[in-house]
């Protein structure tokens, strides 16, 4: 019976991922440049508990080990369905590359749109994005 009840679970535990190559066959679907925001677009992840990325937009395709923090903020890609494709980059250089459901995003505004940025740029010191522009084109 014990042997049973473990065949049972293994039997569930499987059917709730896919298989590599599934996932790997439906992110094929949506890699490359095609559809891309452009330029990229800024997130932060809510929500109170660490966010899940997945290797596809479907929730079966989970990558394990693989979540960040509620409250970073992501680079997303594209968007296909309930799902964006991000990158996040971790204080120590390391990134996280994959997909997120919709509903743990919150879209900040588009990288480059934002005339309220201020950069600083070596001599310039500090200029604001239009300045930073006309020093950089010059």
Excluded at 21 to 49: H, T, Y
Aim: charged residues 15%; contains cysteine; hydrophobic residues 40%.
């Amino acid at each position: 019976q014990r042997l049973a009840s473990l065949l049972v679970f293994a039997l569930i535990c499987s059917s709730a991922s896919a298989s590599e190559s599934e996932c790997s066959s439906i992110a094929a679907k949506f890699d490359g440049p095609e559809n891309n925001f452009r330029p990229p677009l800024e997130a932060v992840l809510i929500g109170a508990s660490d966010v899940a990325v997945f290797s596809a937009p479907n929730p079966r395709c989970t990558i394990i080990g693989k979540s960040i923090r509620s409250g970073s903020h992501v680079t997303l890609y594209k968007k296909q369905g309930g799902w964006f494709n991000v990158m996040y980059i971790a204080n120590d250089g390391t990134d996280i590359s994959g997909w997120v459901q919709n509903r743990r995003l919150k879209i900040v505004g588009q990288y480059g749109n934002n005339p309220n940025i201020t950069l600083k740029i070596a001599p310039f010191g500090r200029l604001d994005a239009p300045q930073a522009a006309r020093h950089l084109v010059q």
